[in-house]
């Protein structure tokens, strides 16, 4: 297979695997907007924000395959014209940008939330605002600097549009060299891409300073509270009753996994004297499990950013590297970049399908996983979808092969008909003879 054919099939390849990354994002975005809570938290905003520039990062890989000019040697799917490639090539500077900008928004969101105690108020009322409009007043003007330099061009056959001289890798090397080519367009695009791939760069840096921060923090955390736990864990065994120990064991269990609506309303509580009903060591036990699940759901979302954008990266650190090793940047940039929504909607909804799977240990990830999604995201609350008690029979013996078990549930334990109805389509599922719930 020639290197066009290779090339014709990565494009292929790309436009599918960035409509897949393109309705995983979308989907996001429609959770947050059709739940209860929608735009109103924090957290909330910053990932429809990363959510946002995916969705303009996928459609924009989509068009740039069809962008570039009709004369671009050997682009047998180019239908455009310089004007549709600058567009394209903004585009996907843009949603590149947003996306790192707002995955370093959230990192550091959490870093405040985790080692400063930020509220989600005082956090909301104060630097937010103005990290949204930095956000995106950066991503907006400098692609625009790019194609007002004429410095966004298609790559060798079309591949995509993006910062890159015309024709392609010209002005590379020294005027003397038997390969060298005289540039069109974009003279300095080479000086361009590496200022772009030091920015880039440097976010990630900060990525990695803001993690260090938070792991350091977290495991502090632990050292300090585990001698302190054990102790208080011995005397609540002997002090209180087997059935308070196990509902709050369960509580906890549950409460603590529904992240992040939990996180916003436990993880910066004020120093106070926990409830009669409640051991003391549970809200030590809580505000440690939420620190380290915001280290675990940090380092997520940086890594799947690092496994997708890993060689475009290089590429704009050393535009040379494509002289020799183009066809490998251009099948890693194809199997990779496209995924990127993908990675996003998993760590999103992870917390809530962990819920649901220990809730509901017979059903499967995917029974879970689709819930929370055609649920909006909301599914659970823990207290909305709690497993209901059995009711006592009245007479022991084997239960006839196919009837169904009984079940009582309270109005407090549920929110209407919806959840009832989705709580037992989960568990008829995931049992295979289902469970009967009686009002």
């Not at 060591?281 to 939420?290: F, I, V």
């Not at 690092?306 to 590429?315: E, H, K, L, N, Y």
């Amino acid at each position: 297979m020639g290197e066009e054919e290779v090339a014709l099939a990565a494009n292929i390849i790309t436009c599918l695997g960035a409509s897949l990354s393109l309705a995983a994002s979308s989907t996001i975005v429609y959770m947050i907007r059709h739940t209860s809570r929608g735009l109103k938290s924090s957290y909330s905003r910053i990932i429809f924000g990363l959510s946002v520039g995916d969705i303009i990062q996928s459609s924009a890989i989509i068009i740039a395959v069809f962008a570039a000019p009709k004369d671009t040697p050997g682009t047998p799917l180019a239908i455009g014209s310089t004007f549709s490639c600058d567009l394209a090539g903004y585009a996907i500077i843009l949603g590149i940008l947003l996306t790192i900008f707002y995955l370093n928004f959230l990192i550091y969101f959490f870093w405040r939330r985790v080692k400063f105690r930020v509220t989600p108020a005082n956090f909301a009322n104060g630097e937010e605002l103005y990290i949204h409009l930095i956000i995106w007043m950066l991503a907006l003007v400098y692609p625009a600097i790019v194609v007002s330099r004429q410095e966004i061009n298609p790559t060798r056959y079309g591949s995509t549009c993006i910062i890159t001289s015309k024709p392609f890798l010209c002005g590379i090397g020294d005027e003397e060299d038997e390969d060298y080519m005289e540039c069109t367009r974009g003279e300095s695009a080479t000086q361009m891409s590496r200022i772009f791939g030091g920015i880039i760069g440097g976010l990630l840096l900060s990525l990695f300073a803001l993690l260090a921060s938070i792991t350091c923090h977290v495991y502090s955390i632990e050292k300090e509270l585990s001698p302190r736990n054990k102790t208080s864990s011995h005397h609540s065994v002997q002090n209180e009753p087997l059935e308070r120990e196990t509902y709050n064991q369960q509580s906890a269990i549950t409460d603590a996994e529904n992240f992040p609506e939990n996180e916003e309303a436990e993880l910066n509580q004020e120093e106070e004297m926990p409830p009669a009903n409640e051991p003391a060591n549970q809200e030590e036990e809580k505000k440690e499990s939420l620190t380290r699940r915001s280290l675990n759901q940090s380092l997520l979302y940086i890594l799947a950013y690092i496994f997708t954008f890993a060689a475009p990266s290089a590429f704009f650190a050393n535009p040379a590297i494509l002289k020799n090793h183009y066809v490998l940047v251009l099948w890693l940039t194809a199997l990779l970049v496209p995924t990127y929504g993908i990675f996003l909607i998993l760590i999103y909804t992870r917390p809530k399908v962990k819920v649901l799977s220990e809730m509901f240990p017979e059903s499967s990830w995917t029974l879970c996983f689709s819930v929370v999604v055609t649920s909006g995201g909301e599914v659970p609350p823990p207290n909305e979808l709690r497993r209901p008690s059995p009711l006592p029979r009245m007479s022991e013996g084997p239960r006839e092969e196919g009837s169904a078990e009984v079940y009582s549930y309270d109005d407090e334990s549920t929110n209407g008909n919806y959840y009832e109805g989705l709580r037992e389509s989960m568990i008829a599922v995931s049992r295979g003879d289902g469970w009967y719930v009686q009002n």
